[in-house]
């Protein structure tokens, strides 16, 4: 066995992350309506559309903090 196959183990192991990840905020998003937030942008106009999710950002930026504070202590 050589470096490569500890190298498909970790992307074994971050694929499987990712998609504990997903299914967590999927989740989280039924119940609380992550990306409608007021602060939350959307223009639309002919032909095209742009939302920018200020307030979004803020408030996941905030939890991860809180989080990865929790965590390293």
Request: aromatic content about 12%; charged content about 10%; cysteine-free.
């Amino acid at each position: 066995m050589g470096d490569w196959s500890i190298f498909g183990r970790i992307l074994v192991f971050i694929g499987v992350g990712l998609v504990i990840l997903g299914a967590l905020i999927w989740g989280v998003s039924r119940v609380f309506p992550i990306g409608r937030l007021p602060g939350d942008f959307l223009f639309q106009r002919e032909g095209f559309t742009i939302y920018i999710p200020i307030a979004t950002s803020i408030l996941l930026s905030l939890i991860l903090t809180l989080l990865l504070n929790l965590i390293r202590r």
